[in-house]
């Protein structure tokens, strides 16, 4: 049951990524009798058809709570950065929550020349820190699984609560000194951002780590898989990355002429 709704899920994912260009043209046609994703419909089923039949039921357990997991981890992880991003066109109309009062830094105190650049620098920082959150993360668990015939057993404890010490610095550091805006998108909605996403993104992750090891080979084969797709394949096709590109290069063309 779980593989006949990741199907569903997977053929309309598939489409709205097709429509941008990051995966093939044809996985964005539709029938016209019902607008169902056909192709992206037949390809899925018949995905999950191989799977059930050659895969052992333990290991298909595997693949679906490792899948799930992940995929939460990934949303927890994203809402912390959606949470510090203005959404597009709407910078100066954005609202600060709650926070401005105990942060360092407030965008009110920003000349107008600078508010821009203030924004993209506190996004790339909230970035950077999401980024050594979930490194930390790894750590973490590294540390929770040590093997007691390797040498350091002895020390994992005290890796275990720097880790958490430093992630929970760098949850803080986040939540005093950049601001949140409102979110006026319900579905990136969540309380007390950064800690609660954080939070499950950490205990989905060691979730994760006690599965099956042959799950977990699957799981970052198909990772690995889809990135080097993403690198080769969908970077280059996609719309949003042409459409960046060409604000870069408008953006540059202007530097040039005010030089």
């Known amino acids: 049951s779980s593989g006949i709704n990741a199907e569903y899920g997977v ?45 052992s039921y333990d ?20 809402l912390i950065v959606v949470s510090y991003t203005p959404q597009e066109g709407e910078e100066e109309e954005a609202e600060l929550t709650s926070q401005p009062q105990t942060s360092y830094r407030t965008l009110e105190s920003v000349s107008d020349g600078e508010g821009e650049k203030y924004v993209k620098g506190q996004v790339g920082i909230v970035k950077a820190c999401v980024v050594v959150y979930t490194v930390l993360i790894g750590v973490f668990v590294v540390a929770l699984h040590w093997p007691s015939s ?24 986040v939540s005093q000194v950049h601001q949140a805006f409102t979110q006026r998108n319900q579905s990136f909605v969540c309380p ?5 996403p954080a939070l ?57 002429e005010q030089e």
């Not at 002895?154 to 610095?169: D, E, K, N, Q």
């Open 200 to 256: 499950g993104a950490l205990l989905n992750i060691v979730l994760f780590s006690f599965l099956d090891v042959s799950a977990h080979t699957i799981i970052f084969a198909y990772f690995l898989g889809g990135a080097g797709f993403y690198f080769c394949y969908g970077y280059f096709q996609s719309e949003i990355t042409a459409e960046k590109q060409k604000v870069l290069l408008v953006e540059r063309e202007g530097r040039s």
């Open 59 to 78: 290991i298909m357990i595997h693949l679906v709570s490792g899948g799930t997991l992940l995929t939460i981890t990934s949303v927890c992880l994203v």
């Open 192 to 196: 007390f951002v950064p800690y609660f």
């Open 150 to 173: 390797v040498p350091f057993y002895p020390y994992r404890l005290a890796v275990m609560v720097v880790s958490g010490i430093t992630m929970l610095s760098i949850l803080i550091y």
């Open 11 to 55: 053929a309309r994912l598939l489409f709205v990524i097709a429509e941008d260009g990051l995966t093939f043209r044809f996985f964005a046609v539709v029938a016209e009798c019902n607008k169902v994703p056909i192709i992206g419909t037949i390809i899925s089923t018949l995905l999950v058809i191989l799977l059930t039949l050659t895969l």
